[in-house]
């Protein structure tokens, strides 16, 4: 992807990013409604994951360099990171 072209730089050459951001949030909300129902049909494989010990401390944020704004539309390449996995007591 075009570094030219992340989000974070098309604000910092104060460039029109107005469509762009608001194609985003409507993707982010799409994803949003429908994490409930993800989630709670996951439930079994969450416990699973927990009594075996697969548990780690993760975290996914979304920042403004990890998003393209592409002629087609934005690409949002966000990665999860993640530390050791952590021990159950």
Same mark, same amino acid.
């Given at each position: 992807?075009?570094?030219?072209?992340?989000?974070?730089?098309?604000?910092?050459?104060?460039?029109?990013?107005?469509?762009?951001?608001?194609?985003?949030?409507?993707?982010?909300?799409?994803?949003?409604?429908?994490?409930?129902?993800?989630?709670?049909?996951?439930?079994? /494989?969450?416990?699973?994951?927990?009594?075996?010990?697969?548990?780690?401390?993760?975290?996914?944020?979304?920042?403004?360099?990890?998003?393209?704004?592409?002629?087609?539309?934005?690409?949002? /390449?966000?990665?999860?990171?993640?530390?050791?996995?952590?021990? /159950?007591?």
């Amino acid at each position: 992807m075009p570094a030219s072209r992340r989000l974070s730089a098309l604000i910092k050459a104060d460039e029109e990013t107005g469509p762009a951001v608001r194609q985003i949030a409507r993707m982010l909300a799409a994803q949003h409604a429908t994490a409930d129902r993800f989630l709670a049909c996951r439930q079994p /494989l969450f416990d699973a994951r927990i009594q075996s010990g697969h548990v780690v401390d993760g975290h996914g944020d979304l920042l403004a360099s990890d998003i393209f704004c592409l002629d087609d539309g934005p690409r949002i /390449l966000d990665c999860m990171e993640f530390r050791r996995p952590v021990a /159950l007591a």
